[in-house]
């Protein structure tokens, strides 16, 4: 059972638009989400996180926002850029105190210019 | 130094060889673990060490076999492997065990087993 959903495998977004990355997760007892972005032959490189006492952190072009009673967070980029292609996996961290991330099948970001 | 180094950055390997995948880290973390990444696939935890000691094994077959010398390095020794055990080995570290803290990841190690 899948409990970090990403249901969309690719999406392609125009130069300078806005990408909106969908998760969704089935364990409500998830507190802490983390987004990853992947370069092929490369392993994932940390992007943004945010905890289950927010619904939106920021950090440069990159935004989160978690809707709890939803389980549902997306990750906007704006403005998106050529170098922004890559895969991007959501992730929690298990409840419990237990250790390693469970990842998102992963939603490949194309950027056309 | 955010850096989380892992070598060969490709193997191949026959089905009898031995061999081991390196992974270091100087960021003084206490969690290192291992990932298996098929293609299209998303990363899944095969080992977990916390503060040098094997903390998870998530059901992973015997012929791959861990070991953590120090809290700087992490191998993977590699015995007898199949065909489908060809994807990309990922290492990664974080602070402190079962704590919400991102996990840096290395580059990777590209395995094909023939």
């Known amino acids: 059972d899948q409990q970090v959903k990403q249901n969309s495998p690719s999406l392609s977004v125009q130069e300078g638009r806005i990408s909106i990355l969908n998760c969704d997760y089935t364990n409500s007892m998830f507190d802490y989400f983390l987004w990853y972005k992947k370069y092929p032959a490369e392993g994932p490189t940390f992007l943004i996180s945010i905890s289950s006492i927010k619904d939106k952190n920021e950090d440069g072009r990159f935004t989160v926002f978690l809707n709890k009673s939803a389980k549902h967070l997306s990750l906007h980029i704006v403005p998106s850029q050529p170098g922004d292609s890559a895969v991007y996996f959501c992730a929690a961290p298990p409840v419990g105190g237990a250790d390693g991330l469970t990842f998102g099948k992963g939603t490949h970001l194309i950027i056309q210019p | 130094d955010t850096e989380v180094t892992q070598t060969p950055k490709h193997l191949v390997m026959g089905m009898t060889n031995k061999k081991s995948l390196k992974c270091e880290q100087h960021?003084?973390?206490?969690?290192m673990y291992w990932y298996k990444q098929k293609a299209k696939k998303p990363p899944e935890l095969m080992f977990v060490?916390?503060?040098?000691?094997?903390?998870i094994n998530e059901s992973v077959p015997s012929r791959f076999s861990p070991e953590c010398p120090n809290s700087s390095l992490l191998n993977l020794h590699l015995h007898a492997l199949q065909p489908e055990d060809s994807a990309l080995y990922l290492c990664a570290s974080s602070e402190r065990s079962g704590d919400n803290t991102e996990a840096f990841f290395g580059q990777g190690t590209r395995l094909t087993v023939v």
């Open positions: 060490y916390s503060y040098e000691k094997l903390s």
């Open positions: 960021m003084g973390h206490r969690a």
